[in-house]
């Protein structure tokens, strides 16, 4: 088995135990949003910064696969249905589970149609990707000025905390920080593809 996938599978069974037994339910929801943000997009950049090997394993990814593998963002209904069960605040959960389910339907459209037989991208694939970097920090930014009252945008005393309750949990510490990933991968390893098509 590829590091790669040792690393996810690794990773989603660790956080799926410490999800399961509670362990994310002493963290604001914030933070949660805030540190798997941030340090999967600093670890991108600061491997594909330093690291040659790492931008050699960008240029032979699939950018179908990468693309695909948005289809993760279906998790967007569950946040849909929090919505209505007045567990999460409509202002991050009804934005966020449309946009990501949105997302997750067309990844299937792009990779069919935004990527030619032979893996290169076609205009409006960056596009899509940075759009769908745009819907997270949408996500995360709503989820932060939700997780207190103190913003004054919640209402009855709903807010984003339950995202640090299990199954939810997995989205600040996994999910999206792997749907992160996969973007920026994408976009990444279809770079040089655009590069050498300006020259």
């Not at 799926?16 to 509670?22: D, E, K, M, P």
């Amino acid at each position: 088995m590829p590091i790669g996938a040792v690393f996810v599978l690794v990773w989603f069974l660790v956080v799926f135990a410490l999800s399961v037994t509670g362990w994310f339910e002493r963290f604001s929801s914030a933070t949660l949003f805030g540190i798997g943000a941030v340090a999967s997009a600093t670890g991108f950049a600061v491997l594909h910064w330093r690291s040659e090997k790492f931008r050699g394993f960008l240029r032979a990814r699939s950018l179908k696969r990468l693309t695909q593998a948005q289809v993760l963002r279906l998790f967007g209904v569950l946040a849909l249905i929090k919505a209505d069960q007045h567990v999460l605040p409509a202002l991050f959960a009804i934005p966020t589970g449309v946009i990501d389910i949105l997302f997750a339907i067309t990844s299937f459209l792009v990779a069919a149609r935004l990527i030619s037989e032979s893996g290169k991208p076609q205009p409006g694939f960056f596009a899509w990707h940075v759009a769908g970097l745009i819907g997270l920090a949408i996500s995360v930014v709503l989820a932060v000025l939700t997780s207190s009252s103190r913003f004054g945008l919640v209402a009855g005393g709903i807010t984003s905390q339950p995202m640090t309750w299990f199954p939810m949990s997995l989205v600040p510490v996994f999910i999206g920080p792997m749907v992160l990933i996969f973007h920026l991968l994408a976009l990444g390893a279809a770079h040089p593809h655009y590069a050498a098509s300006r020259k």
